[in-house]
Structures are given as structure tokens and as C-alpha cells.
């Protein structure tokens, strides 16, 4: 059966390589007039649906249509005035998500934390569970020491190996115990469960925790508290649980929401003002910056985003300014820290940069300009990108990964500063406010940004005339993203016919509007997580500042779009772990396959479908494992999930 998939579905990502290039090509040569026709009302609802949330759900279109297209708009851009208790329900097992960055720390310690308890610097928590986590660490952070002491040994004497058999055959008789006490284990209610694991040695802990992956793991799992489970899985790697925790809560957010358009800013601004989750203290970050900094400011003003994204620990440790010291600040000269006032700070970059050059870092200044506000021809030169760098100097961290914002004059660049042409006064911590005022009300930051948001929204070339329609609304209400919105989704162009499903869709808004049209329940989103890995698009894994392209050119290849369509078919084959399937989502359909067809094409694409994509299904159909048909024998109901499943890897399904 596999292998025939493999056969249909080149030719269907082929269909879907050509469909999608020359929608783009048919939208870049509309956008060059303003198309005065509109669309019928069911067609503005699926088409306000595809772009202001992740996909519609079941019922979503007759939902909004009933509301009025415009009065569900208008809710969406009111986030707060909408009830999301059923999404908070299935959050809540997720603790790190309600953690200030010093609890996650102090429950899932990382390795800087665990060497400051074998120094004997900081002493063991006393409650039990955060004891097994901190104990099994140590035991690693041990192990770790003595194979590095093995590795300087070995090299003074080279014939000696690095494990020994009677150490290989250790390891491999602890991961047998692991198995067989993990079997034992299983057979216990989830409370002694939890008590016997918490009896054992911190290395039998970690070997059992090592030992559970997949189907296992989740059976061991099963009944334990959400306590009970963090601390399981971070006995063998705390870390870990901090960032599955944050990559399954923006799933579970952009598939379960009902404030569809606050996630999709959400994310839109995270890839605007991107950080990478692989940097270091930035795994412990991310949490709050999401949190804390980007989602309360998606739909609020621009200038405070961007004052909360500069001030943001995440930010500041990810593009280095918390490193940055001006080459004439008190800290560069040696000048010792006066006594008129006494302070317990600690400047890090003479106590913590080990290793790295003192000096002025001109990352975030570059970024802050040509990413996060005017654009890359926005009208600065190198000496802005200098002069805001020396203007941010003193913009620091308290600790890395527990302490937040603070401004440390001693590291500050004294002086006048000239931005933009603008004298900077020497002000210290207010120069910053300053120049991020100067740079959210600049014209060619409200150009930048309104380019982006229509790009995100109508086309990936968008007419400039909208765009600056858009810039105008941006300048007059102050940076105001809600009525810029408002301007975006009354404009002709967001309502031309020609922008209907002309948008190819990203890897993230496939799979999360995969499975909302889907009507899955997810248990366990990191299976999803792992498919987006497969496609390129790791959640929080974009390593340079200029985040994920939001245009068709970076994802639209026979190869990407084949894997596209072998999730599809994972997905309604009901493979997927973690991802239950309604079993009577399909149960009143048609015993007559070409029926079926015609049936889920109505449920999942609204009738949108073309007679290419229709033809090439439909003659699958003639499959017998497919269509149920038998030369002899009792005729059975047609493979249902297959024919959903190339209904969602079709071209129609790839765009918005």
C-alpha cells in the first residue's frame, strides 16, 4: 500500500509545485491594479478565516457566516473579549509555562547551576522530587568530570581506550536493570510509582529515565501528575523539558484558540524579532519572552513591542548587547566603582565573558535597524549602526538566566550620540528610550513593517499602494498594530478574488491547519513538532535574527511538498502519536468512493477543488485497496482516511 502512496504522491506535489507558481504569478500581476469586484459572502468567510487564524475547523465557515464576516473580525482584533478556558484546560499540565525565568531555573537546573552544588556553593532543594533532579545531574556532571580526566589521560598515554569491556559490559548490564525495573515499576499505581523511582540512586534514575522512549514512555507516564512527569524526564534531561514544554504549548495554541488572530501575531512578531532557542542561557528565556514580552504587545503599539523585545533578556543575550561596553565607559578604563553608593553588581562582562573581548558589540544596533524597524534600505549607514550600539551600551543582564533587564552605567558609552541625524544628549539609560522612539515613529520603520504585515496577509508581492495606505494609518495612530490591522483587512486588495488561497502555506500553518480541518484531538504534540522539524521549520530554530521566510520561494520544492503529502497521509491514517482521530468523523459518508470524494471535498476545501486535483484523485480511486471494490467478495466501505489524506496534500489544501 506504502509503495503506491510513493507512486501518487510525487505526481501531487508536482501538481502542487505547478499550481502554486502560477497562482503567485497570476496575484504579482493583479496586484498591479485594484480589483473592484468582491467575493460572494461564503468565500470572504473561508477566505477571512484561511488568513487571520491557523486553517478553519469543521463548522468554522456556517460559525462565521452566521456572525457576520465583519463582526468576527472585528472580535478577533479583540483578543481579551474572548473566552480561551478550553485551550488554558489543556495547558495547564505544562508548568514551565506559568514559571518566571528564576523558578524554571531552580526546577530544571542547568549544567552552570549543577556545578555551583558540586562545589558545595549552593546546597540541595529539600523537596524531594526537585532533590531526584538536582541528584541526578550531579551524578552526570560527575561522570562527565571523570570521562574528561579519561580523555587528558589517554592523551599522555595513548594505548590506553577509552572504556574498558568491564565497563562496556556495566553499562550494558545498567541498561538492563533500567528495562527490567522500569517493567517492574509499571505495575504500581502512579503515586508508589513515583515513590520508588524517587528510593532509587541517582544513577539507576537517570538509566531508567534514559530507558523510556516512546510508546514505553508514554505508558510509564500514564496516570502521573504533571509534577510527576516533569520531574521523570528531567532526571535525564531537565533542559529539555523547558523547551518541549514551550514547543508544545505554541502547537497546542495555534491548533486549539480561539483567539486565532493574537496567535497568528504572535507568531508573525517572534519571527520578526526572532531568537534562537539553541543559544545557551535562551533555552530558559524563551518562556518569558514569548510570554511576557511578545504576546501581550501583538496587537498593542508598536514602539512598546519594540522597547519590551530591547529590554527582553532573550533579546539582549541572544544578539550579544549584554555583553556590549563602550570603549570610553568606566568599566573599559579600569576606573574603580566610586563609594558614594554600595552595589552587589557584578559586571558581566568582566565576571562572566570569560574568554571573550570586552568591548562594543554592534549586533542588536545592527538588527534593531535593518530587521526590526527601517529596513534593510531604510535610509541608515554604518556610522547609525555604531553610534545606536554605543547608545545601548549599559543594557544588560542581571544574571543570564535568572536575573531580568538592568542598565549598568558603569558600562555605558559616555557623550552625545548623533542617530539619524538627531543629536542623542548624553543621558544615559534615556538615550535608548530615545532612539527607539526616533525608530518606531520613522517613516520608513512604518513602510518596513506594514510590507511585512501585508506580505504575511495578502500577497507575497503586495501592492505598494495598500502598503502605504497601511504606513499612513501606522504614522497617524501612533503605531497602533490593531488599526493598521483594520486598514489591512478593509483594504480591496486583502478582498480580491485573485488573493483567494493564493497564499502558499508555511510548514507550521500546513500542519497546524492539517489538523484543525482535521478535527484531531492532540495528546501529545511533539510528534507534530518533530514532522515540522522534518520540514525545515523548527519551532524556536531559526539560528539567524532574520527568522523563517514567510514567502512560497522558500518552501515550495517537489521535495518539501512530497513530504507534505506523506504527513497528510500519516495523519488521517491515524499513525501519528500523539494525535487521535475522531472515529465518526467519516462515519456518514458514502459507500461510493467517487461519492466520498466528492463529499470530503465540500468538508475539507469547501468545494474548492480543481478538475486536475479531482481527476488524479478520482483515478486513484480506481485502486481497489483504495475505492473497497472487489472483483468477488462483498463490496467494502471505500479507505476514507486516504482519500482525506490526499485532499490535504493537495495544491488547493497547500495555500490560504
Known sequence: MRSRFQQLAPALAFAVVASALCAQVALARKNKETSSSQMPEQKRAIHALSRLTFGPRPGDTNRV??????????????????????????????????????????NFPPDQVIKVVAEGKQSLPSDPSKRAVYEAQLERFKQRQERKKGVDDNATDPSKETLTDDERARHRQEHLYADLGAAQILDLPSDERMREILKMSPEDQRSLAASLKGGKRDEFLEGMDAKQRETLMALNNPQQVVVDELVQAKLLRAIYSERQLQEVMTDFWFNHFNVFIGKGADRYLLTSYERDVIRPHAMGKFEDLLVATAQSPAMLFYLDNWLSVGPNSEIANGIPKRNRRRSRYRPPVVKQAKGRRSGLNENYGRELMELHTLGVNGGYTQKDVTEVARVFTGWTLKQPKQGGFTFEERMHEPGDKIVLGHRIKSNGEKEGREVLHLLARHPSTAKFICAKLATRFVSDNPSPALVDRMAQTFLKKKGDIGEVLKTLFHSPEFWAPDAYRAKVKTPLEFIVSAVRANGANVTDAMPLARQLQNMGMTLYGMQPPTGYSMKADAWVNSSALLGRMNFALTLTSGKLKGVQLDSDRTGNLPRDPQAALATLENTLLEGDVSQQTHDTIAKQLQDPQISGRKLDGPVRPPNVNTIEGLLLGSPEFQRR
Not at 482584533?77 to 531555573?105: G, W
Request: glycine residues 2%; proline residues 5%; without cysteine.
Open 65 to 106: 457566516m452566521a456572525m457576520g464576516v465583519d463582526n468576527w473580525i472585528d472580535q478577533q482584533l479583540h483578543p481579551d473579549k474572548i473566552d480561551d478556558h478550553a485551550l488554558e484546560a489543556r495547558l495547564a499540565p505544562l508548568r514551565t509555562l506559568r514559571m518566571d525565568t528564576r523558578e524554571i531555573v531552580e
